[in-house]
């Protein structure tokens, strides 16, 4: 069995009898007729069942369908100008697969909790279906983007010795009998991979403990790593920048429908467009410093969430910050030659208060300075001999960057929290489903 016919290019069959497999959506009841709207994935048809047509028998099989209940049915595509899609199915026959029982999620409001217990089928419901197949282009736009410009995939570990992104949000397992840890990020591997193959890129999994319960912090996220040898920082901005603005306006093109769904503002995303404006961390925090809400702020400390957002206030389209203070950033980064106190990085700040979606910049490529970091970073130097063997052999400028896909999604989607960006959320507080 294979199912051949769906509704998304249903066009195609206007004239012709076809057969749709899915689910009850909801169903209308007017004398001998019933409304069905069937749902099978990929669209929402409303299908005909006229008394007349069909007889007792099959006309009668309507009145046992519950909502989600599975089914087949077979008939005559039609064109309908009031339908969302523009077609409408008049029903020759109709077979039931199974009857739901009393489906939990209906349309009345349900609390966040309750909906996160039932994140296995909330995912069947329209907000839900649309973020996810948004989320579904832009990890498509961000392969495709590499892929087109050169880079090579290189698949990072997921079990790793040690940590690259601070020890206090590591996982740690069991690893016949050594300790091993999840993933922070492919960074370290991806090093590895540019000076074998010029540009890179990883997209996988990455876990941190985090143990804030923010909209904006899953315990497992996705991210997308490139990594190339012989660039620095200017060029690493040059790439995040032209690769932002594909993701966004390929999404823009082709989820028309479902960012409509969502209700998001398009014309905030249509500003997505280069150059994207590029000041230090001292120019941001002269911006913070101008603001009610910065005031406070103190000179040296990364930002939070409150800061990002007062800083993304002040443009309308992400905005790349640079040149942080070394001691707050990680132990890969390379100083700032003009001012050692300063790290060569970028975050990229989403607008609208959506926060850092990207983090990156030139990494450290002196042997003797990068071993001095991972001392001062008390990091275990014998699990970071192979990393510390790139700047041995044939040493370069290299730079690279991480984009968090959840964090994108729900800038992208308009969304209030992180948890409804991927399918399945792992939070300090969810395990479940
Ligand atoms: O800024 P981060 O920590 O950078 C790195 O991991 C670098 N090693 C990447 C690189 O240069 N190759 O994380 C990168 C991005 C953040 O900007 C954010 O979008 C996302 O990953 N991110 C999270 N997303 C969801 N939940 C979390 N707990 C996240 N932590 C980081
Ligand atoms: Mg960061």
Known sequence: ?????????????????????????????????????????????QAIVSRNDVGDEIFNRCDLLTQESSLKITGLVVKDVRSPIGYEIQVNDLEIVHIAEEYPISPKEHGTPF???????????????????????????????????????????????????????LFETDYFGSKAYLTQSGQLYMEAAAMAFGKVYCFGPTFRAEKSKTRRHLTEFWMIEPEMAFCDLNGD?????????????RTLK??????????????KLQNVKRPFPRISYDEAVDIL???????????????????????????????????????????????DPEDASKALCVDVLAPEGYGEI????????????????IKKHNLPVEAFDWYLD??????????GFGLGIERSVAWICGLQHIRETIPFPRLMHRLQP
């Open 1 to 45: 069995m294979r199912n051949t016919t769906y509704i998304r290019e249903i066009e195609k069959y206007e004239g012709q009898v076809v057969t749709l497999s899915g689910w009850l959506y909801n169903m209308r009841s007017s004398g001998k007729l019933r409304f069905i709207l069937l749902r099978d994935g990929t669209n929402v048809i």
């Open 115 to 169: 909906l996160m217990d039932h994140r296995h089928l909330w995912l069947r419901s329209s907000l839900q279906h649309a973020i996810l197949n948004i989320r579904h282009e832009i990890i498509s736009a961000c392969r495709s983007y590499f892929d087109n410009n050169g880079f090579t995939l290189i698949d990072a570990p997921i079990f790793t010795p040690a940590a690259c992104e601070g020890t206090t949000t």
């Open 237 to 249: 901005m040059d790439i995040a920048e032209e690769f932002l603005e594909y993701i966004v306006q």
């Open 254 to 267: 082709n989820r028309e429908a479902e960012l409509k769904l969502l209700e998001r503002d398009i014309s």
């Open 289 to 335: 410093k101008k603001s009610a809400e910065g005031q406070a702020f103190e000179y040296g400390n990364d930002f939070g969430g409150g800061d990002e957002t007062i800083i993304s206030a002040a443009f309308d389209r992400p905005v790349m910050v640079h040149r942080y203070p070394a001691d707050v950033k990680a132990f890969y980064m390379k100083n």
């Open 358 to 373: 990207i983090g990156g910049g030139q990494r450290e490529d002196d042997y003797a300075v990068l071993l001095d970091k």
């Open 390 to 399: 790139i700047r041995k052999y044939g040493s370069v400028p290299h730079a």
